[in-house]
T-cell receptor, first 112, second 115 residues
Framework: QQPVQSPQAVILREGEDAVINCSSS?????VHWYRQKHGEAPIFLMI?????EQKGHDKISASFNEKKQQSSLYLTASQLSYSGTYFC?????????????FGQGTELSVKP | DAGVIQSPRHEVTEMGQEVTLRCKPI?????LFWYRQTMMRGLELLIY????????DSGMPEDRFSAKMPNASFSTLKIQPSEPRDSAVYFC?????????????FGPGTRLTVL
């Protein structure tokens, strides 16, 4: 039931773009995205609640395809501060209480 | 706002000892979550509470683990007896509403090492 994230790791140069994918085998209420820097707690980025919904925050945006149970996180014109591990968390329709199940994470490194 | 507070930040103990981790959620948040993070298993939900009542404890590994929330501002996660495989970072998080639709605020975590 754990969502699958891809890629597992990505290295970018400042200014480059990246896409992180999250795929679930179960029907979903929502998809959540968090970023965690080394030695720190996960920090919330955004929630996507509706099929086909897209949200954006600065140069980070995401989409949610409810029919395919997939979400993608888009990072454009990456900055050094974007480095960290990105987790998607999925709340499935059949999960008790809609609890989040997190993917294994995608490690993003942005180099100067 | 002080955010979610956890103590201790680091704990080193010997196998067989009792370990108690503590959490103070953000005031006004009705939901509290306990997570465990390891390289092998990632970020796993252990248990969560709504208004101090445990809702889902299916992630609690075994009877050695127990969690309580005696009031809205305090929760504990206890491991007795501890084993080396319990070594991990344990996070507490809280949210205003249910987990499917609400942002979770994570505490700084407790790094547990069991020798």
């Amino acid at each position: 039931q754990q969502p699958v994230q891809s890629p597992q790791a990505v290295i970018l140069r400042e200014g480059e773009d990246a896409v992180i994918n999250c795929s679930s085998s179960k029907a979903l209420y929502s998809v959540h995205w968090y970023r965690q820097k080394h030695g720190e707690a996960p920090i919330f980025l955004m929630i996507l609640l509706k099929g086909g919904e897209q949200k954006g925050h600065d140069k980070i945006s995401a989409s949610f395809n409810e029919k395919k149970q997939q979400s993608s996180l888009y990072l454009t014109a990456s900055q050094l501060s974007y480095s960290g591990t990105y987790f998607c968390g999925t709340a499935g329709i059949y999960n008790q209480g809609g609890k989040l199940i997190f993917g294994q994470g995608t490690e993003l490194s942005v180099k100067p | 706002d002080a955010g979610v507070i956890q103590s201790p930040r680091h704990e080193v103990t010997e196998m067989g000892q009792e370990v108690t981790l503590r959490c103070k959620p953000i005031s006004g948040h009705d939901y509290l979550f306990w997570y465990r993070q390891t390289m092998m298993r990632g970020l796993e939900l252990l248990i969560y509470f709504n208004n101090n009542v445990p809702i889902d404890d299916s992630g609690m590994p075994e009877d050695r683990f127990s969690a309580k929330m005696p009031n809205a501002s305090f929760s504990t996660l206890k491991i007795q007896p501890s084993e080396p495989r319990d070594s991990a970072v344990y996070f507490c998080a809280s949210s205003l509403g249910g987990p499917a639709y609400n942002e979770q605020f994570f505490g700084p975590g407790t790094r547990l090492t069991v020798l």
